[in-house]
């Protein structure tokens, strides 16, 4: 047993998603921008992991742009703002993951209005994001499912509020969804839900690292900063990496298989950890509609230590913080969630994936009990 | 083989009246010590010391090596020529091809003949010394009174040769003071007030509370990187790691809440003085500026210091943390002490800490935990690290 529950960072590649890798990198050793028989052939297989990959999401297969990872997908979307002439608003939720966070000081440079979002216990109230939706806003990010506490948004609610705006001003505003933990979980939606744009990570469902997705719905809703030799429709330049893509649709295919009972096992050990860990004294920082998969408590012990004795026990869980008197750099997620700031230090993760034992519950169960009762 | 030679200054220690001989052989023996590794040999000749190193000897390292021996004020590479006006002037040009002045500027010749035997006096030296630098550098202008460029001749027992010299540390050698254990947390202060101390000729070896897994390793990893930045300065250290999570937590159980870091404090100086007295050191170091934070108030620091009979020592009283902070930056230490492994723990840092203890009052408290025993096993577990004058992580042998 792995005893690892910090699959929300990353899980290790599944046997099957490292074996497809390796076949397409001994079959496929070409550049599927080439021309000769070699080219042609792996831009075939290019072709039709983008048609496997859209039918598993079912979206269309124009719609799929593969990237180096959700960051870079999220590179695209933002660092298209910048084409515009005039800067306008941008409305984020207070709880993304840094990767879009990080924009914010470019984008004010730039003169663009910043709008936070509250998300109180992780959800971002759609009223909010309609008080905030302007004339000059462009773009809209609120993620599916967050990475800290696995709150579920009602994409489909605030994707309405904003369609609903749009038919008073004269340009389209994207809607952005980081939908990293969603992927080949609870909670998404693609077409149903109205998101315009979302980000999806290969390595947090046992596929390999480096290689990611983003979806979007209508390609002239974004102009990326550099077409570079106009791979993936203009969006995404680079070479193919096609033995990557290729092991993100064998992931992903395993991932969806008996898709319904795989997230009911996990929902009875979900549900059984909170139970233990409440019953333990720790407060549960995920509440409400939150993704199995994801478990965030606290603990009478500051993060980090929680989660080092709980790693000399042999269980791999996240911390989010660190043990320190200092003030920290930025904003902590579970504080920004109204949790206060004790709850925020002394808060940890546990992620959860198809692959966690029931025995691997219990170990942890029981290592934490040992811990509690120590103190 | 040819060897290197360096010119090394001393200063205060050419002030020293009966001692001065005490005090010079524990400098020549620091700095054979630092550099043994390229057989460092040092001639003495009136007030000057003459270091001779394997030609292979690295120079960037020397230069460090001699910019953190205390007793040096300054030094220069040397170059050594026979007695001999023709000789000399060969050398010279060789000298200047090796560390060329600049285009612009200006320059002076300080020559001094120790040796009156000598048949040209100092102005004559200077003079045909002057002519081969203009011939050279033909830009430069001379000026007496401040040069840019200095090229130095020493008539001595031999001739000796330098360029501009570069200023040593000052102080005095290490271990002409005695010995002392320093309390190294991971933050800025107390690696200062080790290179202080250690400045005024103290031989320190530093000691560390470690408490995991309330603290991590990497906070541990942290203060070695500290020692082994400042051992140089120290002449070499030893870390002793005192594991006192068990301490600690005895604390937090049985002391008033607002008493935990007093009570920390105060086990600190008694471990310290358990392992200085076992170690032969005679005084205990600690990075503590006056009212800097609540345990440094003139009660709590009178509180601590009644645990100990050891002299207690806090160069850094005086200091804001500016200046301290410019010290650590000048060592080398500032980057390393704000990285952000905590050396404690923010469940044994009370909220609200007592500023103003009674001493009679915490003295009571204190014996009222009972620290022996936690003490003891601390000092049986401890762990001994050590690094030689260059910095590197030797094994220890305890």
Not at chain 1, 127 to 145: F, H, I, S
Not at chain 1, 157 to 175: G, N
Not at chain 2, 144 to 170: A, F, M, N, S
Not at chain 2, 319 to 331: L, Q, R
Request: hydrophobic share 35%.
């Amino acid at each position: 047993m792995l005893n690892y529950f910090d699959y929300a960072a990353t899980s290790p590649m599944s046997p099957r998603a490292i074996s497809s890798f390796v076949k397409c990198a001994e079959s496929y050793p070409f550049n599927p921008s080439s021309i000769h028989k070699g080219g042609l052939k792996a831009h075939k297989k290019l072709d039709e992991t983008r048609e496997r990959t859209a039918s598993i999401l079912r979206i269309k297969p124009e719609q799929v742009v593969f990237t180096s990872g959700a960051t870079e997908a999220i590179n695209i979307v933002f660092s298209s703002l910048l084409w515009h002439k005039t800067p306008g608003k941008v409305i984020i939720s207070r709880i993304e993951h840094d990767a879009v966070r990080s924009f914010i000081p470019l984008l004010k440079e730039k003169g663009w209005k910043v709008a936070m979002l509250k998300a109180k216990r992780g959800f971002v109230d759609p009223e909010d994001v309609k008080r905030e939706l302007t004339e000059d806003t462009r773009l809209v990010a609120v993620m599916n499912v967050n990475n800290v506490n696995g709150a579920i948004q009602d994409t489909h609610k605030i994707a309405a509020v904003i369609r609903e705006f749009e038919k008073s001003i004269k340009h389209k505003i994207i809607f952005f969804s980081d939908s990293v933990q969603a992927l080949a979980k609870t909670g998404l939606d693609l077409d149903g839900s109205g998101v315009d744009a979302a980000s999806f990570s290969a390595h947090k469902i046992s596929g390999p690292r480096g290689v990611g997705m983003l979806y979007i719905r209508n390609k002239n809703l974004i102009r990326p900063l550099s077409a570079a030799g106009g791979q993936e429709s203009a969006i995404r330049g680079g070479t193919e990496n096609l033995a990557g893509i290729v092991s993100f649709s064998e992931a992903l295919e395993e991932a969806y298989e008996n898709r319904d009972e795989k997230e009911k096992r996990i929902i009875t050990l979900s549900e059984r950890i909170k139970d233990e860990l409440s019953a333990l004294g720790l407060e549960i920082n995920s509440e409400g509609l939150t993704s199995p998969y994801i478990i965030n408590v606290s603990s009478p012990l500051p993060s980090e230590v929680f989660s080092r004795m709980l790693d000399d026990k042999g269980y791999a869980i996240s911390s989010g913080s660190a043990c320190s008197n200092n003030a920290k750099k930025g904003e902590n997620i579970i504080e920004a969630m109204g949790y206060g700031n004790r709850r925020a230090e002394s808060s940890v993760r546990i992620s959860l994936s198809d692959y966690t034992e029931e025995g691997e519950v219990d170990g942890l169960i029981n290592a934490i009990k040992e811990i509690i009762h120590g103190i | 083989m040819e060897s290197k030679l360096y010119l090394i200054k001393e200063g205060e220690i050419s002030l020293k009246g009966g001692n001065r001989n005490l005090f010079e052989k524990r400098l020549r023996h620091n700095i054979k010590d630092k550099l043994k590794i390229w057989n460092a040999d040092i001639e003495k000749q009136k007030g000057r010391l003459y270091l001779r190193l394997d030609e292979d000897a690295d120079d960037e390292t020397v230069h460090k090596a001699l910019s953190s021996t205390f007793g040096i004020t300054g030094f220069a590479r040397a170059y050594k020529c026979d007695k001999d006006m023709d000789a000399i002037i060969s050398k010279v040009r060789e000298v200047l091809q090796a560390h060329p002045f600049s285009e612009k500027g200006s320059f002076k010749i300080d020559a001094r003949r120790e040796d009156k035997s000598f048949p040209l006096s100092s102005y004559e030296i200077s003079l045909s010394l002057a002519d081969v630098v203009h011939e050279m550098f033909p830009e430069l202008s001379v000026d007496l009174k401040h040069p840019d460029y200095t090229l130095h001749v020493e008539v001595r027992k031999d001739v000796y040769i330098y360029t501009d010299d570069e200023k040593g540390p000052g102080g005095l050698p290490v271990q002409t003071a005695g010995r002392a254990m320093l309390l190294l947390s991971g933050g800025i202060d107390s690696p200062v007030a080790a290179i202080r101390a250690a400045k005024r000729g103290l031989k320190i070896d530093c000691i560390y509370f470690h408490a995991y897994p309330y603290t991590s390793d990497l906070a541990l990893e942290k203060v070695k990187k500290l020692a082994s930045l400042i051992a140089p300065y120290l002449g070499g250290t030893r870390l002793y790691v005192v594991p006192f999570t068990d301490g600690q937590l005895r604390i937090k159980k049985l002391s008033y809440q607002d008493e935990t870091t007093l009570m920390f404090r105060a086990s600190m100086m008694q471990t310290a003085e358990k392992i200085a007295k076992e170690k032969k050191a005679s005084a205990i170091v600690t990075g503590e500026a006056l009212s800097q934070v609540a345990s440094q108030t003139l009660d709590a620091m009178s509180f601590t210091d009644s645990m100990t009979e050891l002299l207690v020592i806090r160069p850094l009283v005086g200091m804001d943390k500016e200046e301290i902070i410019k010290t650590a930056k000048e060592i080398g230490t500032y980057e390393t002490s704000i990285l952000p492994y905590e050396d404690c723990c923010v469940i044994f840092s009370p909220k609200h800490p007592v500023t103003h203890p009674d001493k009679e009052e915490s003295r009571k408290h204190y014996e009222s935990l009972e620290m022996n025993e936690e003490i003891e096993k601390a000092i049986e577990k401890m762990d001994t690290y050590y690094f030689n004058p260059l910095g590197q992580e030797e094994s220890s042998e305890g």
